[in-house]
């Protein structure tokens, strides 16, 4: 398995994230577009954590079960911030991560640029991949993909100089544009990652809790720091 952390910005490290439908929409995105076949012309809305689909018959919406996707990926972790984004996808075909990555970019930028009236492009590019080779790598990464909100209110914790650890945890169990709560056991979206790989390395949930809490203070960003995509 080939597994890839990927990353991509807002031009000019612009918001592309402004209220909370956009994140919705680009969560929503991430499974919608991770398949081979084009996207369906329905309604898809969020339900007990899980993806729904609704069609009209004649101004009636009738709920129906969505045919079986064909994925391109498999999507490990996510994190979403106001101006980018991390992931963490593995490709399930030849060329699934670019493919993947084009419907999702073209996809989000299209919404985005008709709900606020604007044109042009809307991430500074294509995007920033790396391709995880050790074992080394493997381990932090997921981490420091779910650690990425406290930049928002502790960026000092990318120089291991984060006091209030349990303030930063509970934050963080508070943030939802994130795989982190899956990953703990709850349910936020689910539906869009493949977190049986991870789980299994981390020993579970709890395994996977407790060595996040105790990767910050005796780890760090100083561990893959030649690895970070934001330089």
């Not at 009636?60 to 101006?83: D, G, S, W």
């Not at 990953?183 to 539906?191: A, D, M, R, T, V």
Request: hydrophobic share 35%.
């Amino acid at each position: 398995m080939e597994l890839i952390h990927v990353l991509n910005r807002g031009v000019d490290k612009r918001k592309i994230f402004l209220d909370e439908q956009d994140y919705f929409r680009f969560i929503h995105d991430l499974f919608e577009f991770n398949d081979t076949e084009p996207a369906e012309n329905l309604g898809h809305f969020f339900k007990n954590h899980h993806i729904v689909v609704r069609r009209r018959y004649g101004g009636e919406i009738k709920k129906e079960k969505r045919r079986e996707r064909k994925l391109l990926v498999e999507i490990h972790a996510f994190c979403l911030m106001p101006n980018h984004y991390h992931l963490l996808i593995a490709p399930k075909i030849e060329n699934g991560t670019a493919l993947f990555m084009k419907k999702l970019n073209a996809g989000y930028s299209r919404y985005f640029n008709e709900k606020y009236q604007r044109k042009g492009a809307l991430f500074e590019g294509k995007y920033k991949r790396i391709i995880i080779k050790d074992e080394a790598h493997f381990i932090h990464l997921p981490y420091y993909i779910h650690y990425n909100p406290l930049d928002l209110i502790m960026p000092e914790w990318r120089e291991r100089k984060l006091r209030d650890h349990k303030k930063a945890m509970e934050f963080l169990e508070n943030y939802r544009w994130s795989s982190h709560l899956d990953y703990l056991g709850k349910n936020n979206f689910p539906s869009v990652t493949h977190r049986k790989l991870l789980l299994d390395f981390f020993d579970g949930h709890k395994g996977y809790k407790n060595n996040m809490e105790g990767w910050l203070k005796e780890s760090g960003v100083g561990e893959i720091g030649e690895f970070i995509l934001e330089k």
